[in-house]
């Protein structure tokens, strides 16, 4: 079951001259060669098991290129490549509102790398139609165990009583 949680957008630092870094939000299906943009995009997609999940794609108008080096605000813990992974994640991992299209050449080729460290995703393809598409897990942040509250909960109340005992000057 997956389910949506809070995380920072990633950031990118483009070495490819006039391509820029965005949100994908249009109504337009990814994954058909419909996109034509000279943009990265990401996804903000859902959380399950594998992690939080982004969807990252580039779909030019013609053939091209892009190097970028992507931070997200967790340590990367697996990415999909293939046609298989992503169609067979997209109803788990899939954005609300987005048209996951399939097309057979979604994925990455041959010609196209990626590779990760920590936070860090270092990509460099070489993108037609439909553009080269990744989905990238990260690990999910601790989540506070009941003690940490109950320890929480104690020193507001300790801090709470002593400045109700002291006397006001």
């Keep these: 079951m997956a389910a949506s949680v809070q995380a920072a957008d990633p950031t ?12 994908y939000s249009s109504p337009t299906p990814v994954g058909q060669g419909q996109v034509d943009s000279d943009t990265l995009f ?19 108008q013609g053939p091209g290129d892009i190097s970028a080096t ?33 097309s057979t050449l979604i994925g990455l080729e041959a010609t196209d790398s990626f590779s990760f460290l ?7 393809w070489r993108a037609i139609d439909p553009g080269d598409h990744i989905r990238v897990f990260t690990a999910l942040p601790p989540i506070p165990e009941p003690e940490t ?16 005992r002291r006397p006001r000057t």
């Excluded at 920590?118 to 460099?124: C, E, F, K, S």
């Excluded at 509250?149 to 109700?164: D, E, H, N, P, S």
């Design 42 to 60: 990401f996804i903000d997609e859902l959380t399950g098991v594998l992690g939080k999940s982004w969807y990252i794609f580039f779909d030019p």
């Design 70 to 102: 992507l931070t997200f605000d967790s340590a990367i813990t697996g990415v999909f490549s293939t046609k298989a992974a992503l169609d067979g994640s997209n109803a788990t991992y899939g954005a609300p509102g987005i048209n996951y299209g399939t």
């Design 149 to 164: 509250y109950v320890l929480l909960m104690a020193g507001l109340a300790a801090v709470g009583f002593i400045a109700k």
């Design 118 to 124: 920590g936070n860090v995703l270092t990509i460099d």
């Design 12 to 23: 990118a630092a483009i070495a490819t001259p006039g391509v820029s870094f965005a949100e």
